[in-house]
Each structure stands twice: as structure tokens, then as C-alpha cells.
């Protein structure tokens, strides 16, 4: 369980004020404090919300600098919730970590609720014995689900590592159980050349998940049925006719679409990966996207030499979760630090969601 530290609100006061009067509450409460606060950015935030992070990233790079800050004793994270979750099981005790709004979640990350795994992990280790299974957890996840990766000699991964995390897996035990996305998951499958035939996809809402026994006990990867609806969005045509618009197109998409698009594209990889894929472009450059509309837009600003398109061209592919965090949430936050919008999950679910989360940081790097 995680919970929140005393009031959970976005005040309504803050809501009404001008950009540029919370702009400059969010720069003196960072002035005031220094290096005793840092405020980690997902890519995925609103343009205005952006330049105040001290660190920008993907979630992996971002875990990165949450379990190597020293210095702060308050970090706030502006992504959504399982990222604040992690920072704070990688957190020292004497740090406190925020989100700015406390209804920043993911869907993704709640299509796996942990009682549906615990009932999976029974169904499974009744004709597989469980020492034979790796289980390994997306980031996007919440952190019981991290701790129980922990506990069963797991780890966790990101977009950006999840090849490395499935061979590290393999090196323990035969089989990967991996949740909840199962896209990213097919789309590691093919990146190490998996035979089809020794994959088989969880839905917990049926029986055995869907399969029967002995597609269970023949399975090599075990792959959980969630999936992020703004990934999904992109289709196999909208790349064939991007290609047939605008001849020469490069198109680089997150490994969360489905596999139909990850194969067609030119390119794949972590929000951090598209962002260095569109810098590494020559000026004149046409680049379609496959990702969150609101980094696509930032990209496109950022880029003014070069073309910038969303791959859809027309689904309006935006993450309502990380819209969700304005200016007054931080601004709010900020002035109340301490007060409101903590993230605190539980210890005995921190120690086994760090030991997952540790594996990652050492082995995946
Ligand atoms: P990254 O780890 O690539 O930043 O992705 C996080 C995410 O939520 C993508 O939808
Ligand atoms: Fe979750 Fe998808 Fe939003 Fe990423 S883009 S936070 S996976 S809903």
C-alpha cells in the first residue's frame, strides 16, 4: 500500500492564477531551497511545467538520478504515480518524495493488481514449480507489484532495458513472467529472436489466464495482458502512409505500440532514445513519432530545422495522466512541501520493492 501524507489536494486558490505568478512562485520556492530540492521531470509533462526540472528523462534515467541524490531532502516527481512510488522506495529515510497531482496514474500500471498476479503465480506454480520462473515487472507497476518481483528473485525493468532484463531473467531460472504491458514485452520477444510457439499471453480474467496446461508448462515467457492506450493508438497504416506522404520519413516509435508498428518503424526505443534519435537528425529531417503528443510538440519546437510529425497524424495521442500536473500543482506543492502530496509506501512493501529495483540499477545498466 502506498499512501499519501495528510491532504492530497490541488488548491482551487492556485488554480486561479496567472502562468506567470505561479511561474514565479515555482522559481523562488527553488531558489529558497537549493540543492535541498530537485525536481525530476518525465519527458511526457506539459511544455510550461518542463523547464523547472532540475533533471528531465525517461523513467529509467530518472530512477537513476532519485536513487543517486544525496543532497535533497525533498524531491518532487512530476510524471505519474508509479514513478513517485519508486523514487521513494529508492529514496534515504530522511528524504521526502512528492507528485505534484495526486490523480496522476497509469492505466497501464493498474491493469495488473496484485491479487490477480498472486492468483496467476498459484495457477502457474501448480504445474510449474515457481523456482523455475523469473518474474520480472515494468516499471510502470505498482510497488506491491515491485516487492513481489523482489521476494521471488525478480527485477524490474524500463523501456530502455527490457532486452538486458529478459536475459538477465533467463540467466536465473527458464521461464520470465513479465507484466503488466504485453507489447513491450512481444516486442523484446523479437528483439532475442523467441520462437512464437514458446509465448504465451495471461489474461486474468479467464481461467489459467487462457491456456491450458500444457501451453503453460511449455511456455518460455509468460506475458501479462495490459497495455497502454495512448501506444496503442498507432496503427501499421498510419506508417504506411506517412511513408507514402512524405517519401524518405524516418519514424521512431516507443516499444509500448503494438509489435505491427514497432517492426515497420525505422527506429524504437525509450522516451530518451526518441529524444537523441530526433537530435541526431540531420537539419531538413522529416520525423514522424509514435509517442505521447506532448513530447512530440515539444520536440517540434525544440527542432524548428527539422520536420516534426505525430505518426497518427490524427488519434490526438495524448497521455491525460502526465497532462495532468499544471503549473498550480507544482506551484501548490511547492509552497506546501511537507504538507501535501507525499508519496509514502509502506516499509516491509519498500525493502522487497528495492531489492528489484536495485537489481535493475546494478545489472541493467
Ligand atoms: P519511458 O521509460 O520510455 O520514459 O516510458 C515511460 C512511459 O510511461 C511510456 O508510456
Ligand atoms: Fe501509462 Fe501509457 Fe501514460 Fe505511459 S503513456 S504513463 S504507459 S498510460
Same mark, same amino acid.
Given at each position: 500500500?502506498?499512501?499519501?501524507?495528510?491532504?492530497?489536494?490541488?488548491?482551487?486558490?492556485?488554480?486561479?492564477?496567472?502562468?506567470?505568478?505561479?511561474?514565479?512562485?515555482?522559481?523562488?520556492?527553488?531558489?529558497?531551497?537549493?540543492?535541498?530540492?530537485?525536481?525530476?521531470?518525465?519527458?511526457?509533462?506539459?511544455?510550461?511545467?518542463?523547464?523547472?526540472?532540475?533533471?528531465?528523462?525517461?523513467?529509467?534515467?530518472?530512477?537513476?538520478?532519485?536513487?543517486?541524490?544525496?543532497?535533497?531532502?525533498?524531491?518532487?516527481?512530476?510524471?505519474?504515480?508509479?514513478?513517485?512510488?519508486?523514487?521513494?522506495?529508492?529514496?534515504?529515510?530522511?528524504?521526502?518524495?512528492?507528485?505534484?497531482?495526486?490523480?496522476?496514474?497509469?492505466?497501464?500500471?493498474?491493469?495488473?493488481?496484485?491479487?490477480?498476479?498472486?492468483?496467476?503465480?498459484?495457477?502457474?506454480?501448480?504445474?510449474?514449480?515457481?523456482?523455475?520462473?523469473?518474474?520480472?515487472?515494468?516499471?510502470?507497476?505498482?510497488?506491491?507489484?515491485?516487492?513481489?518481483?523482489?521476494?521471488?528473485?525478480?527485477?524490474?525493468?524500463?523501456?530502455?532495458?527490457?532486452?538486458?532484463?529478459?536475459?538477465?531473467?533467463?540467466?536465473?531460472?527458464?521461464?520470465?513472467?513479465?507484466?503488466?504491458?504485453?507489447?513491450?514485452?512481444?516486442?523484446?520477444?523479437?528483439?532475442?529472436?523467441?520462437?512464437?510457439?514458446?509465448?504465451?499471453?495471461?489474461?486474468?480474467?479467464?481461467?489459467?489466464?487462457?491456456?491450458?496446461?500444457?501451453?503453460?508448462?511449455?511456455?518460455?515467457?509468460?506475458?501479462?495482458?495490459?497495455?497502454?492506450? /495512448? @501506444?496503442?493508438?498507432?496503427? =501499421? +497504416?498510419?506508417? !504506411?502512409?506517412?511513408?507514402?506522404?512524405?517519401?524518405?520519413?524516418? *519514424? $521512431? /516509435? @516507443?516499444?509500448?505500440?503494438? =509489435? +505491427?508498428?514497432? !517492426?515497420?518503424?525505422?527506429?524504437?526505443?525509450?522516451?530518451?532514445? *526518441? $529524444?537523441?534519435?530526433?537530435?541526431?537528425? =540531420?537539419?531538413?529531417?522529416?520525423?514522424?513519432?509514435?509517442?505521447?503528443?506532448?513530447?512530440?510538440?515539444?520536440?517540434?519546437?525544440?527542432?524548428?530545422?527539422?520536420?516534426?510529425?505525430?505518426?497518427?497524424?490524427?488519434?490526438?495521442?495524448?497521455?491525460?495522466?502526465?497532462?495532468?500536473?499544471?503549473?498550480?500543482?507544482?506551484?501548490?506543492?511547492?509552497?506546501?512541501?511537507?504538507?501535501?502530496?507525499?508519496?509514502?509506501?509502506?516499509?516491509?512493501?519498500?525493502?522487497?520493492?528495492?531489492?528489484?529495483?536495485?537489481?535493475?540499477?546494478?545489472?541493467?545498466?
Amino acid at each position: 500500500m502506498t499512501t499519501f501524507a495528510a491532504k492530497t489536494l490541488v488548491s482551487q486558490e492556485y488554480k486561479a492564477l496567472p502562468p506567470e505568478v505561479l511561474k514565479a512562485k515555482i522559481a523562488r520556492k527553488k531558489s529558497e531551497w537549493g540543492k535541498k530540492l530537485v525536481i525530476l521531470m518525465h519527458h511526457y509533462q506539459r511544455k510550461e511545467i518542463v523547464p523547472f526540472g532540475d533533471h528531465l528523462g525517461d523513467s529509467f534515467g530518472l530512477s537513476q538520478k532519485a536513487a543517486a541524490e544525496v543532497e535533497a531532502r525533498h524531491i518532487v516527481f512530476c510524471g505519474v504515480h508509479f514513478m513517485a512510488e519508486s523514487a521513494d522506495i529508492l529514496a534515504r529515510p530522511e528524504q521526502h518524495v512528492y507528485l505534484p497531482n495526486p490523480y496522476a496514474g497509469c492505466p497501464m500500471a493498474d491493469m495488473a493488481q496484485i491479487e490477480d498476479v498472486f492468483f496467476a503465480w498459484d495457477e502457474i506454480s501448480r504445474l510449474v514449480p515457481a523456482d523455475e520462473i523469473t518474474p520480472v515487472s515494468y516499471m510502470n507497476s505498482a510497488a506491491v507489484l515491485k516487492a513481489f518481483c523482489g521476494k521471488n528473485g525478480g527485477i524490474v525493468c524500463t523501456s530502455s532495458n527490457v532486452t538486458k532484463a529478459f536475459n538477465w531473467a533467463l540467466s536465473q531460472r527458464p521461464k520470465i513472467f513479465f507484466f503488466p504491458d504485453e507489447n513491450l514485452g512481444l516486442n523484446a520477444a523479437r528483439m532475442l529472436k523467441y520462437d512464437p510457439a514458446d509465448i504465451i499471453v495471461w489474461d486474468f480474467k479467464k481461467e489459467r489466464g487462457g491456456n491450458t496446461p500444457e501451453q503453460i508448462k511449455k511456455a518460455r515467457l509468460i506475458l501479462w495482458k495490459g497495455y497502454c492506450h /495512448v @501506444h496503442t493508438n498507432f496503427r =501499421p +497504416e498510419h506508417i !504506411e502512409e506517412m511513408r507514402t506522404r512524405h517519401p524518405g520519413v524516418k *519514424i $521512431v /516509435v @516507443h516499444p509500448e505500440c503494438i =509489435p +505491427e508498428v514497432v !517492426e515497420k518503424a525505422d527506429a524504437f526505443g525509450s522516451t530518451n532514445f *526518441i $529524444v537523441n534519435y530526433v537530435k541526431e537528425q =540531420p537539419p531538413g529531417s522529416v520525423i514522424a513519432i509514435g509517442t505521447e503528443l506532448n513530447l512530440v510538440s515539444r520536440l517540434a519546437d525544440e527542432h524548428p530545422d527539422k520536420k516534426i510529425l505525430d505518426l497518427s497524424g490524427q488519434t490526438c495521442p495524448i497521455c491525460v495522466n502526465m497532462f495532468r500536473t499544471t503549473l498550480a500543482d507544482l506551484a501548490f506543492t511547492l509552497d506546501c512541501l511537507g504538507e501535501v502530496n507525499e508519496i509514502i509506501v509502506e516499509e516491509d512493501i519498500k525493502k522487497d520493492a528495492l531489492l528489484a529495483l536495485n537489481r535493475m540499477l546494478e545489472f541493467l545498466k
